[in-house]
């Protein structure tokens, strides 16, 4: 058997199932693998963590460092969100020049941060126009098990919460002698999750593994938080050709609160 065959046979497979409700693993179409997540596990980053997904793995950290504020923000911090997709994670991940993945995957989780208000940039200028903290999000697959996008979300998230701002000089430059007491601002309302959601033939499923990541034809990436008892959709990416129709978006809205609530409290768990 030819491997267009065998990779035939399986997006059949995978297809039958879900059309059926199963799964290879047991689980729903639209529940999680297990979640572990892992606090400051780098003694040299502000705020860092370990997030395992199944056997997807990812570990994110957060570095402050002084610089001037953008122009088009001279009243408000910077954020700088990077991602390295290495050959160690994913043998679909090659060396060199980054692919689209390993530029879309720290863009939606810039997105997904950015747009959710949990980060109070206001909070973050020391002398307006000219001085300000730059938030550095860097993130790295240690393992591609599928549903990479919402594994790195929820470590950058969990990072963020841990992270704290260096002690300043009499200079107002950084002393790393002294231990670092303020804790980044953030909203203690919300914090952004996304979850992207694949599409195969009829079925729509959550959290696939990376058989059923490669087997899917469409897929749909959305940011969520929370404010006061409002959801909000702080972005939208669609991914590969196959198209949503409108009663399929419908029911993906009517899950996001449910799953949001469901994977939010597992944060909350682990820090």
């Known amino acids: 058997m030819s491997s267009m065959e065998g990779s035939n046979l399986t997006i059949e497979t995978l297809k039958k199932m879900f059309a059926e409700g199963k799964r290879f693993d047991g689980r729903g179409l639209t529940d999680y693998r297990d979640i572990e997540i892992i606090s400051d596990i780098s003694n040299k980053a502000e705020g860092s963590a370990r997030v395992k997904l199944g056997k997807t ?31 160690i994670a994913s043998p679909r991940f090659e060396a060199g020049p980054p692919k689209f993945k390993a530029i879309e ?41 599928g549903n990479l996008i919402d594994a790195a979300t929820l470590a950058a998230v969990a990072a963020l919460k841990r992270a704290k701002l260096p002690a300043l000089d009499e ?75 409108r009663e399929e978006l419908e ?7 449910k799953k949001y609530e469901e994977i939010n409290e597992k944060l909350k768990k682990f820090l």
């Open 57 to 87: 793995e990812v570990l994110v950290g957060v570095k402050l460092e002084l610089g001037e504020p953008y122009p088009d923000s001279p009243d408000k911090g910077n954020l700088m969100v990077s991602g390295d997709l290495l050959p």
């Open 105 to 145: 995957l720290p863009r939606l989780v810039d997105r997904a941060i950015r747009e959710s208000g949990m980060i109070d940039f206001s909070k973050l200028v020391i002398t307006p126009g000219e001085k300000v903290w730059t938030v550095i999000i860097d993130i790295y697959p240690i393992n591609d098990d």
């Open 171 to 245: 200079k107002g430059k950084i002393d790393y002698d002294k231990p670092a007491t303020t804790s980044l601002p953030l909203s203690k309302e919300t914090a952004p999750l996304t979850f992207t959601f694949f599409k195969l033939g009829d079925s729509i499923i959550l959290d696939p593994t990376r058989e059923e990541d490669e087997a899917c034809e469409g897929r749909i990436a959305l940011a969520i938080s929370k404010w006061s008892d409002q959801y909000m959709i702080n972005s939208c990416q669609k991914g590969e050709e196959m198209p949503f129709s």
């Open 251 to 257: 029911r993906i809205f009517d899950l996001l609160p």
